[in-house]
């Protein structure tokens, strides 16, 4: 009965790999050989230029956030799906953020004078806000990521995936298209085979992922989670810096800051030529780099006392969660070595017998 089964088995598994599909008849094999040639690791383009790779990512993902991927919904396309659902998560933040500014920035020419002057005082500080949300955000994440990376190679690198899109009527075309993904974007299925096929990863750091996949994956949770709680922190501090008087006066006027950094460079070029060294005016430190010094002084210092001690808590808590996912992250505290597999071994008696369903 056992050994007929087994033969079914074969030739249910015979017969599968030699299903064709599609006008090209092209087997199981071919199809999956396919499948891992379209998924193109970006190790080296991360390594050499991490950020114009990053901006370029953004920018392609952002653009058909804004694009492609609405009207593929409202289209009732068949090929949407859940990839391009989280990418178009962007685009309610950031018209949030424009009409957030928008309110009492662009609308303030159609109050009263007062009015006018308050409403820019409020616009400047929700202006820098929304930009200290973003920044403090996505590079306090860099604190908990960096140091794992240096010291054990864990770095989410991304990768392109080129999708194969069933045909219809919008993209009878193009059946192409791509999506961005990073090797450890889900801790419980890494991308261990893009890491194996890349001859840009050296063997030593292949070697440590295949001994060590258990404890990969446990930095990687802690890693995630810190650097989560830590951004969120930061960003919180961030807004409330922002919310403070030193950013009632800063002049936003683009062009004449472009028109003052030409100059400076000019004059910079100038003294550079001669061989002289200049002090120069630099507008950036003098203008927003002391307002931020004061305003964050501000946040922990002025004040009532609930205002300021709320500061110094919440700036105290962006720091210590940040240190303490390095310190949990770097250090090897796992407790499972030997522990699970060894507790689980231990209770299957190996003298009884054992059915496999």
Not at 273 to 280: A, F, L, P, S
């Amino acid at each position: 009965m056992v050994n007929s089964i087994g033969i079914q088995n074969q030739i249910a598994k015979s017969n599968y790999n030699s299903v064709s599909f599609g006008n090209n008849n092209k087997k199981t094999e071919e199809i999956e050989s396919e499948h891992d040639k379209n998924n193109k690791i970006l190790y080296t383009e991360k390594k050499k230029h991490p950020v114009a790779l990053g901006l370029k990512i953004q920018t392609d993902k952002l653009k058909n956030a804004f694009t492609t991927y609405p009207k593929k919904g409202f289209e009732g396309s068949k090929n949407a799906n859940f990839y391009e659902f989280l990418t178009m998560g962007t685009v309610p933040y950031l018209m949030g953020s424009a009409t957030l500014i928008g309110v009492f920035n662009l609308a303030s020419k159609f109050f009263d004078t007062p009015a006018a002057v308050s409403a820019s005082k409020v616009g400047k500080k929700m202006g820098i806000g929304v930009l200290f949300y973003g920044l403090f955000k996505t590079f306090s994440k860099k604190l908990v990521e960096t140091p794992v990376n240096l010291k054990y190679g864990i770095d989410n690198t991304p990768y392109v995936k080129t999708v194969n899109e069933l045909p219809e009527e919008r993209n009878k075309d193009n059946l192409v298209a791509k999506e961005y993904h990073k090797i450890f974007e889900s801790v419980d299925f890494p991308r261990w085979d893009l890491i194996n096929d890349s001859k840009d990863i050296s063997p030593e750091q292949k070697e440590y992922f295949k001994n060590n996949k258990a404890e990969v994956k446990e930095k990687l949770i802690k890693t995630k989670l810190f650097s989560t709680v830590a951004s969120y922190l930061w960003a919180a501090t961030g807004v409330g810096i922002a919310m403070q008087k030193p950013w009632e006066n800063l002049e936003l006027n683009p062009a004449k800051r472009v028109r003052n950094f030409m100059n400076h460079r000019q004059i910079a070029s100038a003294a550079k030529e001669q061989g002289q060294k200049i002090k120069g005016y630099n507008w950036f430190a003098k203008d927003f780099g002391k307002k931020f010094i004061d305003s964050t002084k501000e946040f922990v210092n002025n004040g009532s006392k609930p205002a300021k001690y709320a500061g110094r808590a919440l700036l105290a808590a962006a720091v210590g969660v940040t240190l303490l996912g390095n310190f949990s992250t770097l250090f090897d505290f796992n407790k499972y070595k030997g522990s699970k597999v060894n507790g689980a071994s231990s209770l299957i008696d190996e003298t009884k017998e054992k059915v496999i369903c």
